[in-house]
C-alpha cells in the first residue's frame, strides 16, 4: 500500500542547530514523484521541492538540503543553522499514478519548534 | 499573479446539511485538488480535476463531489454533513496532473454541529 511515514512528531532545536526531518514511503509504481511542504502558524503550505523517482541527485537551496535514497526509500530534509523563521510543520508527500488516475499521500507532518 | 483563493474562510453547519466550497486556481492552472486537513493531522486527497474531469481520487465517500468549471475554478461538495467532516478544507492548483508542485489555498474551516 502507498504510505508516507515522518517518524518524528515534533523536533524541537536552538536556533542555528542543525536538523534533519525523516519521511519514508511506500509505492507500487516506478515512476513517481516526492515532495516537502512547509506550513507555518499562518496556516498555509507552502511548496519547498519536488523529486521525480528517476532523479536521486541530492540538492541543496540555501540552507535547505534534501537527500533522495531509493534504495531505503527515504528522502529527508536537512535544515542547516536553523532560524527562528523555520518552525512550522513539515510534511512530505508522495504522488503516483494508477491507471491513468493520480493519487497524493501525505505524511502526518513533522512540527519543528526553533528556539532563539 | 493571483494565488489560490478559497471561499468562504469558515462555515459552520449542522449534520445532515449539504455544503459547497469554492476554489479559483492559480493564474495559468489547469489542474486542482482538494484536501481535508484535520486538526493535527496532514492533509487528505479528495480528488483531483483536470480540464474538468475528475482524473483521481483519494478513499472518501461519493457524498464527496466536484466540479470544474472552464475557467478552472472548482466546487467542492460535501452531502450529508457528518461531524467528522469537520475540518479544514485546502485547495491546491497546478500546472498539471501527477508531479507539478501543487499551490495551496488558505482553506475553508468547516465546522459540522
Known amino acids: 500500500a502507498q504510505k508516507v511515514t515522518q517518524a518524528q512528531t515534533e523536533i524541537s532545536v536552538v536556533e542555528k542547530e542543525d536538523v534533519t526531518l525523516d519521511c519514508v514511503y511506500e509505492?507500487?509504481?516506478?515512476?513517481?514523484?516526492l515532495f516537502w511542504y512547509k506550513q507555518p502558524p499562518s496556516g498555509e503550505l507552502v511548496f519547498l521541492i519536488r523529486?521525480?523517482?528517476?532523479?536521486?541527485q541530492n540538492e541543496i537551496s540555501g540552507r535547505y538540503s534534501w537527500n533522495f535514497q531509493k534504495s531505503t526509500s527515504s528522502f529527508n530534509f536537512t535544515i542547516t543553522a536553523s532560524q527562528v523563521v523555520d518552525s512550522a510543520v513539515y510534511f512530505c508527500?508522495?504522488?503516483?499514478?494508477?491507471?491513468?488516475?493520480?493519487?497524493?499521500?501525505f505524511g502526518t507532518g513533522t512540527r519543528l519548534k526553533v528556539l532563539a | 499573479e493571483t494565488g489560490v483563493t478559497q471561499s468562504p474562510t469558515h462555515l459552520i453547519k449542522t449534520r445532515g446539511q449539504q455544503v459547497t466550497l469554492r476554489c479559483s486556481s492559480q493564474?495559468?492552472?489547469?489542474?486542482v485538488s482538494w484536501y481535508q486537513q484535520a486538526l493535527g493531522q496532514g492533509p487528505q486527497f479528495i480528488f483531483q480535476?483536470?480540464?474538468?474531469?475528475?482524473?483521481g481520487r483519494g478513499n472518501f465517500p461519493p457524498r464527496f463531489s466536484g466540479l470544474q468549471f472552464p475557467n478552472y475554478s472548482s466546487e467542492l461538495n460535501v452531502n450529508a454533513l457528518e461531524l467528522d467532516d469537520s475540518a479544514l478544507y485546502l485547495c491546491?492548483?497546478?500546472?498539471?496532473?501527477?508531479?507539478?508542485?501543487?499551490?495551496f489555498g488558505p482553506g475553508t474551516r468547516l465546522t459540522v454541529l
Open positions: 491546491a492548483s497546478s500546472l498539471g496532473q501527477g508531479g507539478y508542485e501543487q499551490f
Open positions: 509505492t507500487r509504481d516506478t515512476t513517481y514523484y
Open positions: 523529486r521525480n523517482s528517476f532523479d536521486e
Open positions: 508527500a508522495l504522488s503516483e499514478t494508477f491507471s491513468g488516475t493520480y493519487k497524493y499521500i
Open positions: 493564474s495559468g492552472h489547469n489542474t
Open positions: 480535476y483536470y480540464r474538468e474531469e475528475e482524473n
